[in-house]
T-cell receptor
Framework: AQKITQTQPGMFVQEKEAVTLDCTYD???????LFWYKQPSSGEMIFLIYQGSYDQQNATEGRYSLNFQKARKSANLVISASQLGDSAMYFC????????????FGTGTSLTVIP | DTAVSQTPKYLVTQMGNDKSIKCEQN?????MYWYKQDSKKFLKIMFSYNNKELIINETVPNRFSPKSPDKAHLNLHINSLELGDSAVYFCASSQGLAGVTDTQYFGPGTRLTVL
């Protein structure tokens, strides 16, 4: 089974609108970490935000927030007030101790911000 | 002030050649990684070193050999290059924390093209 599933291969959003990128995960470990990365067309991988399984509150970093629903095993990324520079691939990743703290990445979602 | 750097950024070579990609991090991290990103943008872990010691060695051809001269450097040597080795190779590093909060920071990637 896939550890991380991103079901939206491509998404479009109007500039200044909010957008949600979906991520579901699969683990039996009570302790795990969830990460989001951005990969613009220039190719680098940029860390955006982290959520721990025991964190009581949803993580936020500027315009990025994580909608963490533990019972549903989802960790959706919300980008508010989209900007043209937000156009990129977005990857969800998980780290869990029972696999030696290895990172598992999803297949990514391509986001295009329309002016 | 580059945190994780890789050289070269682009590498074009003929089938059968041997090539190396170098990676250096100045974050003081203990753990370094190599990932391969294929043409569909899927990221797969190849190797991980902690304090110069190999801790993750995924199923990759033994033509790929990582070398860590010190904890700030992790190089990737590839023998007898094949067409299927064409991909973007990312180096990453993390503090090497035991828990799940260990965020990975990526280098800019090396685009390898085998002709």
């Amino acid at each position: 089974a896939q550890k991380i599933t991103q079901t939206q291969p491509g998404m479009f959003v109007q500039e200044k609108e909010a957008v949600t990128l979906d991520c579901t995960y699969d683990t039996s470990d009570p302790s795990y970490g969830l990460f989001w990365y951005k990969q613009p067309s220039s190719g680098e991988m940029i860390f955006l935000i982290y959520q721990g399984s025991y964190d009581q509150q949803n993580a936020t970093e500027g315009r990025y927030s994580l909608n963490f629903q533990k019972a549903r095993k989802s960790a959706n990324l919300v980008i508010s007030a989209s900007q043209l520079g937000d156009s990129a691939m977005y990857f969800c990743a998980m780290r869990e101790p029972n696999t030696g703290n290895q990172f598992y990445f999803g297949t990514g979602t391509s986001l295009t911000v329309i002016p | 002030d580059t945190a994780v750097s890789q050289t070269p950024k682009y590498l074009v070579t003929q089938m059968g050649n041997d090539k190396s990609i170098k990676c250096e991090q100045n974050l003081g991290h203990d753990t370094m990684y190599w990932y391969k990103q294929d043409s569909k943008k899927f990221l797969k872990i190849m190797f991980s070193y902690n304090n110069k010691e190999l801790i993750i060695n995924e199923t990759v051809p033994n033509r790929f050999s990582p070398k860590s001269p010190d904890k700030a450097h992790l190089n990737l040597h590839i023998n007898s290059l094949e067409l299927g080795d064409s991909a973007v190779y990312f180096c990453a590093s993390s503090q090497g924390l035991a828990g799940v909060t260990d965020t990975q920071y990526f280098g800019p990637g090396t685009r390898l093209t085998v002709l």
